[in-house]
């Protein structure tokens, strides 16, 4: 008369997350039953309530809390956990104790009586995930197979798209300095003619020295000749 399900809890990935599945223990005995829940592994999982009372017609949903694995299994791992749920006859009255404190009298007293279920946990890993998310898969790889073809693009087509209208020249382009200038207003300063000449060093023209130059390098030799020739004239009527 009492009834427990599911027979086997199923978890999805990720394990490594915590997740809650349920357990649904009715009772349909007309009288009031305690139940107590056990596994085979407490370091992972909590239940709560792992200790109570279910009156007459009524039911109690237990959640089972995976607290979640250290690192992801392998797709091929079988889980050996599981779960036992006991249930005893509680025709009378706990008073103030809780379940779990009157649990050894209850045992004492109707072990024979007892309704006990083993609860097995599954991972859906690998080929084990759950229909629905292949069946939401296939839909997907239906609607890519109907949808229109793209129509095809020519290389010519490609080029007109990725190609500049129009190259821009490279005058068109002013400098900061420019900018500025003719935003405030102020006038250009002329280049000085000397300087001018060396900006064209690779023609030869910053090689050229001027007349006037040429005029002053050529004095000192002058006034050697003369010297000299003094010197001679002088030598020669003495």
Do not use: H
Request: glycine share 4%.
């Amino acid at each position: 008369m009492i009834d427990i399900k599911p027979s086997v809890l199923e978890y999805k990935p990720p394990l490594t997350a915590q997740a809650t599945e349920y357990v649904t223990v009715t009772n349909n005995s007309d009288q009031a039953v305690a139940f107590k829940v056990k596994t085979t592994a407490p370091k992972f999982y909590c239940v709560r309530p792992n200790a109570a009372l279910v009156q007459p017609g009524e039911q109690v949903q237990v959640q089972v809390i995976l607290l979640g694995l250290a690192e992801e299994p392998a797709a091929d791992f079988k889980c050996r956990d599981k779960f036992l749920v006991i249930t005893l006859p509680a025709p009378y009255d706990l008073g103030s104790l809780s379940v779990t404190e009157a649990w050894p009298q209850l045992e004492a007293e109707f072990k024979e009586n007892a309704v006990s279920k083993k609860i097995k946990v599954k991972y859906l890993l690998g080929d084990e995930a759950p229909a629905q998310e292949s069946n939401a898969a296939a839909a997907t790889a239906e609607t890519v197979e109907d949808a229109p073809a793209k129509p095809q693009v020519s290389e010519k087509d490609i080029d007109d798209v990725v190609k500049p209208e129009k190259q821009p020249l490279a005058t068109e382009t002013l400098s900061e300095a420019t900018k500025k200038d003719m935003t405030s207003g102020s006038k250009e300063t002329p280049v000085d003619e000397g300087k001018q000449d060396g900006l064209d060093s690779t023609s030869g023209v910053a090689g050229m020295v001027s007349p006037a130059k040429q005029e002053t390098a050529l004095n000192p030799g002058m006034i050697l000749l003369v010297a000299l020739i003094a010197l001679v004239l002088g030598w020669m009527y003495y």
